[in-house]
């Protein structure tokens, strides 16, 4: 059974940092697609870095909010997904989602709608 579970949520000031880290089960991480989307209260679900698969092209897309900001990583060895949030601001708070799909997530298809395989989320929040 397909599993990611998310974990590195929590409360953390403006200007700090977060690392979350996806854990990943019951598939070959190589041949999947893999992103961390958001979704804010009131708002929609929305990808803020995607990152192909191992033999895919390398690319890497991250949502204009979070560029330079972020970093997203994967440890195919391991299992794991890995976003580094730095520079963190009131407005990045939200439950951060670990997804993952077959098919291309990255550049303009990193896409909730798109994602077939999804982790519960972990709550981040960014406040004084």
């Known amino acids: 059974q397909l599993q990611l579970v998310e974990t590195g949520g929590g409360l953390v000031q403006p200007g700090g940092s977060l690392r979350l880290s996806c854990t990943t089960s019951?598939?070959?991480?190589?041949?999947?697609?893999v992103g961390w989307f958001r979704q804010a209260p009131g708002k929609e679900r929305e990808g803020v870095s995607c990152?192909?698969?191992?033999?895919?092209?390398?690319?890497?897309y991250y949502s204009d909010s979070v560029k330079g900001r972020f970093t997203i990583s994967r440890d195919n060895a391991n299992n794991t997904v890995h976003l580094q949030m730095n520079s963190l601001k009131p407005e990045d708070t939200g439950v951060y989602y670990c997804?993952?799909?077959?098919?291309?997530?990255?550049?303009?298809?990193?896409?909730?709608?798109?994602?077939?395989?999804w982790g519960k989320g972990t709550l981040v929040t960014v406040s004084s």
């Open positions: 019951g598939f070959t991480l190589n041949y999947y697609d």
């Open positions: 997804a993952a799909d077959v098919l291309d997530l990255t550049g303009a298809f990193c896409l909730a709608s798109l994602v077939d395989y």
């Open positions: 990152i192909s698969k191992s033999d895919g092209d390398g690319s890497v």
